[in-house]
Every structure is written in C-alpha cells, then in structure tokens.
C-alpha cells in the first residue's frame, strides 16, 4: 500500500519562496514508475492541477498560473518529489496535496481522475 506524506507548507509574505517534499513509501513503490503531481485546494474552491513530472523522462507540466514560479523535480532520495514555489502570491494560499498515478507506466496525465493515490495535504498560506 503507497502512501504519500507531504511537509514543508507554513505561513510566508507575498514574495517569499517556500519548498514543498513528499515522501512516498511501499514495499513495491516507485516514483520512477508512476507519473507524480500537485495538486492544490483553496478553500470554497475546486481541487485544481498544479504541477506533473513524467516517470518516462522527467518532462514536466505546469499550471499556466504557476509557471514559471514553481518547479517539481523528484531528488533521487527516497522516492521524494518537491516543489519548489518562488515568488509566492495570496492567491497561491491553498492546501497542497501530492499525488500519484493510478496506473504504473501511463502516459503523462494532468487529470486528477488519473491519480489514485493522495497524501494528506499541507496548508500553504501566503500573506499580502
């Protein structure tokens, strides 16, 4: 059974720079075998897409409103992904959830459908 645990969300200024890790862990798990993302809740609004890394090549997708400011990557540690966010901004307060690919070996997919496996989010909240 995979389970993800995320870390690192906080309180911080418009402006600042915050880095997000998930932790995946299972006896049969790898993030190197499944695509990855982020997701992101805001409160009174829809769960929405914000970044994917490829398990074929790594190739990543980014939201349009955060691209450019965010980057995923999976540090070969532990079957980790992060998202490091630069240039926060009040409208990026959400709760951040990691996420991984119902199906081992798909192609690449930003569609929270496709995602069957989620961590328990971590509360990012940016102040103007």
Do not use: H
């Amino acid at each position: 059974q995979v389970q993800l645990v995320e870390s690192g969300g906080g309180l911080v200024q418009a402006g600042d720079s915050l880095t997000l890790s998930c932790r995946a862990s299972g006896p049969t798990f790898s993030s190197y075998e499944y695509n990855m993302g982020w997701f992101r809740q805001a409160t009174g609004k829809e769960r929405e897409f914000v970044a994917a890394i490829s398990w074929r090549d790594g190739t990543t997708y980014y939201a349009t409103s955060v691209k450019g400011r965010f980057t995923i990557s999976k540090p070969n540690v532990n079957n980790a992904l992060t998202l490091q966010m630069k240039s926060l901004k009040p409208e990026d307060t959400a709760i951040y959830y990691c996420a991984a690919d119902k199906r081992r070996y798909r192609g690449m997919t930003t569609e929270q459908d496709s995602y069957g496996t989620w961590g328990q989010g971590t509360q990012v909240t940016v102040s103007s």
